[in-house]
């Protein structure tokens, strides 16, 4: 158990001040309303003080009672019970079983006389039903056994209105509307004395210990049970709240919320009714009486009375955040609401979850801060101000007074160590970055991420990069000077582009790249530039770093150019004419680029086609051509030179011609004379001087695609007549024809092939070629067939309409309109249309000859 200050106990009056040297005259019972302390004593005799609350500098309260009068109520019996009726100016005064009415400041007993007899005890009910703002409702214990009456009371007169019977003889009893909660001789019970039904709590014996029965607020008491427990229950007959454990002889009990006060013969034990655990123990020997009036404690022994001052919640709350008792502090503090205006508790509670987050934070319970924190609404720079050098420098942040910590900075925090400084450096970290999309970061997202860029440098955190290349609001000139104090050059490179300067980033990177500083975060930071420079709309700097990309790597740097968003390349804003000029002297780069425009782009001008010729050719040339013959390497410039010259219809043919003439390019060459139409002489160099016979079929193949099939028969039947020529037979050509006939059966006129063919090779070698023939025949004549079928059908049909319009007859007379120029017929002579409409002959000839005309129908 831990301690808390929730109470001081201070004298409120004197024993020489009540009862001077009367040794044997004891204070029984006492009341309390507003400035009026009422005491009844041993000696039937009745007090009256006025209460004066000061309060000292030292902020505690001392109270001064200043006797007024005291009168003597005519019996030889003690005063059992005081209780106050302000609404009526009236005091009820129980003495000698019997309830007198006297007036409040003069003490006098009514003139009426009026009075209730018979009772050994009484409650008054704070819940009346009656609604009657004149009256008090009583309820009594009767001496009449078993027995419970209720009164109304007024000013000068009283009236019964229940009398109630119980199970067993009442002890005590509290009263909230009509529900009497009862302590009988061995249990307590709930009774509606309206509808007489009766609920059991828990036994208890009267014997061995005192009942106390209260009304701790709207329809619910506290109970002294068994075992030593305070117990709550409801009227209806449950407890809502968990026990608070007292000493077994308690005497009295109070509540002064969110406190439980019990009154043994040794000690004042103060319990929180929020977690039930006992605050505060203040020594009080020989108490026997404990009561509070309207929040205010009095307790008081045989010879004097005390008031138990409560401290200020706010005041105990400090202490407990002071004794770091975060746990205590927040339940006491979401106690205080109901005593405390909503504004005014908002704002006190959020500034107490606030500091019981830095005191979890200065124990490192980060997770607790953090909750605390969010759920208070920190202003995030409070927390970020503990560390030094993190705000910025233009930051117009000063701590909140009175400050919510007690310490000066990290240092002072963790003492110096260096793994809890580091842990605390993690923990901000993770915490900025997650309240720096929330509404905790509005106002001040600069500080933040200021901040924020601080800490992942010092730390050479990953998610430094993370942090610039996504919209951040970091200040240019703090952040700018910490990362080059860390020598996060890359980083500061980055800064400068959120910052839209670009040309600042790029002379940095470069400066990396070409060694003059160092920083070793990207190895690829070349291509990272290169990548840059391609995607920035900034056709200055492009200009004015492309050269640098293009020393450092012709292909890559040349992807400045290639790799542009093709919206921007259609914008025309890089020129290709200036490009080409800028890449003269960069042969490999000007090749990239032109294939660029050729194939990518696929850019219809004869300038680039012929350049790129031109180029590959060059190198072809100086990497030495291959024959092209039959199974001879190719290098992959000779393969685009060769692609470029059979796909591309810009370059100039006669140009390249000549520049091939003589260059052992022999493959090269019948792709330019087969552009020149010169189809025999293309496939003369095929066969003859490559003997590549499978080229020359992929070159009829090639120059007959998208052509009418005469056009690639021509080519085949040439190839085959190469094949076949006059002058010594090779069996290699022999074999090609063969092939070529058997493999492309229909692309020949087999009567032509059959002439040329030499009488002595065998039907068996060309029957593919003969059954390809054939079947290609037989196809050609059925679908000649079916052909001249639907048109004899077509016309057939033709025929059927035309002699049905004959068979029909057709009524003219001179009363019957033309339907075009609607005059009457004036000869039998007509035009009839399928419509049935008649039209002069005239008529429909010029209908022929002007078609907007008006026409009877669609078909003569």
């Keep these: 158990m831990m301690s808390t200050k929730a109470f001081s106990l201070v004298s409120a009056v004197e024993r020489e001040l009540l009862m001077g040297d009367k040794e044997r005259v004891n204070i029984e019972c006492v009341e309390c309303c507003g400035r009026n302390l009422y005491v009844g004593t041993s000696d039937c005799f009745v007090y009256h003080f006025l209460l004066e609350e000061n309060t000292l500098p030292a902020g505690t309260a001392t109270f001064t009672a200043t006797k007024q009068l005291h009168r003597h109520l005519g019996f030889k019996k003690p005063v059992n019970e005081l209780r106050a009726a302000s609404a009526l100016n009236r005091l009820l005064v129980l003495c000698d079983n019997c309830i007198t009415l006297v007036n409040m400041m003069s003490l006098e007993p009514v003139p009426s006389g009026a009075r209730i007899k018979g009772a050994t005890a009484f409650a008054l009910n704070e819940n009346p039903v009656s609604g009657d703002p004149f009256c008090v409702e009583v309820c009594i214990i009767s001496v009449k056994r078993r027995t419970i009456q209720v009164f109304m009371v007024y000013e000068d007169r009283v009236q019964i209105v229940r009398e109630v019977s119980t199970p067993e003889q009442p002890l005590a009893v509290a009263v909230d509307g009509h529900f009497l909660c009862l302590a009988l001789t061995t249990q307590y019970i709930i009774l509606n004395y309206s509808t007489g039904v009766a609920q059991d709590l828990f036994p208890y014996c009267s014997e061995e210990k005192r009942p106390i029965v209260k009304r701790i607020g709207r329809q619910e008491f ?13 009227v209806a007959g449950i407890s809502q709240r968990a026990p608070v454990h007292w000493s077994e002889n308690v005497v009295g009990a109070a509540i002064c919320f969110p406190y439980v006060i019990a009154l043994d013969d040794e000690f004042i034990t103060v319990h929180s009714m929020l977690d039930q655990q006992q605050k505060q123990t203040l020594p009080f020997k020989e108490g026997h009486i404990l009561q509070d009036f309207e929040g205010r404690v009095i307790v008081a022994t045989s010879k004097g009375v005390y008031i138990l001052v409560p401290l200020p919640l706010e005041k105990q709350i400090q202490d407990l955040l002071a004794s770091r008792r975060v746990e205590e502090a927040l339940i006491l503090a979401k106690g205080a609401r109901r005593n405390i205006p909503k504004e005014k508790f908002q704002v006190m509670y959020r500034r ?149 300067q670009d040309a600042a980033a790029v002379q940095l990177w470069v400066n990396i790249v070409n060694g003059e500083i160092h920083d070793s975060t990207r190895s690829d930071l070349y291509e990272y530039v290169v990548d840059f420079l391609t995607h920035s709309l900034d056709r200055e700097l492009v200009w004015q770093y492309a050269g640098w990309a293009l020393q450092k790597s012709e292909e890559v740097g040349v992807q400045v150019f290639t790799k542009r968003p093709l919206n921007e390349q259609q914008k025309s804003s890089f020129n290709p004419d200036d490009v080409i000029t800028c890449l003269k002297k960069y042969p490999k780069a000007l090749v990239k680029y032109l294939e660029h425009l050729v194939v990518d782009r696929s850019l219809q001008k004869e300038e680039y086609h012929t350049r790129l010729a031109l180029l590959y050719l060059d190198e072809v040339l100086r990497q030495g051509p291959s024959t092209g013959g039959r199974g001879a390497e190719v290098t992959e410039t000779q393969a685009k030179l060769r ?185 039998p002579v007509f035009v009839r249309y399928p419509n049935g409409g008649l039209v002069h002959t005239h008529c429909a000839a010029s209908r022929q000859t002007n078609p907007s005309s008006p026409s009877p129908g669609a078909r003569t």
């Design 222 to 234: 506290l109970l002294a049970g068994p075992g030593g427990l305070g117990m709550f229950a409801t």
């Design 352 to 500: 107490i979850l606030q500091q019981a987050g830095f005191i979890q934070f200065a124990q490192l319970q980060f997770l607790e801060a953090k909750e605390l924190f969010r759920s208070g609404q920190l202003d995030v720079r409070e927390l970020i101000s503990l560390y030094p050098f993190l705000l910025p420098t233009s930051s117009s942040f000063t701590r909140s007074h009175p400050p919510l910590h007690e310490y000066a900075d990290l240092n002072q925090l963790t003492q110096g160590d260096q793994e809890k400084m580091a842990k605390c450096k993690r923990f901000l970290m993770s915490y900025l970055n997650e309240v720096r999309s929330t509404e905790v970061a509005n106002g001040y997202k600069e500080d933040i991420d200021t901040a924020l860029l601080k800490l992942y440098a010092e730390a050479d955190h990953d998610s430094l990069l993370d942090l610039l290349v996504t919209e951040n609001f970091c200040l240019l000139t703090d952040s700018a000077a910490w990362l080059e104090k860390h020598k996060k050059y890359f980083a500061l490179g980055l800064l400068y582009h959120s910052n839209n």
């Design 643 to 827: 692609q470029l010259l059979q796909k591309s219809d810009l370059y100039r043919v006669h140009f390249l011609m000549d520049r091939i003439q003589g260059a052992g390019l022999p493959m090269e060459s019948a792709i330019l004379h087969g552009k020149l139409e010169e189809h025999e002489e293309a496939l003369r160099i095929l066969v003859h001087e490559l003997r590549d016979f499978s080229a020359a079929e992929d070159y009829c193949l090639w120059r007959s695609e998208g052509r009418a099939p005469p056009y690639r028969q021509r080519l085949f039947h040439t190839l085959l007549a190469i094949y076949l020529g006059p002058g010594p037979s090779a069996p290699e050509l022999t074999v090609a024809a063969v092939d070529l006939l058997n493999h492309h059966a229909t692309e020949f006129d087999a009567a032509q092939v059959l002439q040329l063919l030499p009488g002595t090779w065998s039907v068996q070698l060309l029957c593919p070629f003969l059954t390809g023939a054939m079947r290609d025949s037989v196809h050609t004549r059925r679908t000649a067939q079916v052909a001249v079928g639907l048109a004899k059908s077509e016309n057939l049909i033709y025929k059927y309409d035309k002699m049905k319009l004959k068979g029909s007859s057709v009524r003219l007379s001179d009363k019957k309109l033309c339907q075009m120029c609607q005059n009457p017929f004036c000869e």
